[in-house]
């Protein structure tokens, strides 16, 4: 029922910034909590930003101080800006709704390599 769709990612030089974009449809989207994960080759999925209905946002530890999650509940749209950015953040990044309809949905994911 829902449908999450990332974009935005490409290849970018370190040290540059980049902005990526999930548009959610199908479900109630200002109420709930939306967040970001992202996976490298060989590594877990890891957390890099949570932002709930009110606002509030929650990082990872990798991404502190380096990268912003925000929310634009007219467009029904939760952007990840990120600045700074060093090759340990390629990796594929994933959209995420915790819950609806009582189950965890995920975009399928939008690559962002960090290259010279």
């Known amino acids: 029922q829902v449908q999450l769709v990332e974009s935005g990612g490409g290849l970018v030089q370190p040290g540059n910034s980049l902005t990526l974009s999930c548009a959610v449809s199908?479900?109630?989207?200002?109420?709930?909590?939306m967040g970001w994960y992202r996976q490298a080759p060989g590594q877990q999925r890891e957390l890099v930003a949570i932002?709930?209905?009110?606002?509030?946002?929650t990082y990872g530890d990798s991404v502190k101080g380096r990268f912003t999650i925000f929310r634009d509940n007219v467009m029904n749209t939760v952007y990840l800006e990120m600045n700074s950015l060093n090759a340990e953040d390629t990796a594929v990044y994933f959209c995420?709704?915790?819950?609806?309809?009582?189950?965890?949905?995920w975009g399928k994911g939008t690559l962002v390599t960090v290259s010279s």
């Open positions: 932002i709930n209905s009110s606002g509030g946002t």
């Open positions: 199908g479900s109630n989207f200002r109420l709930h909590d």
């Open positions: 995420n709704l915790p819950r609806w309809r009582g189950m965890e949905w």
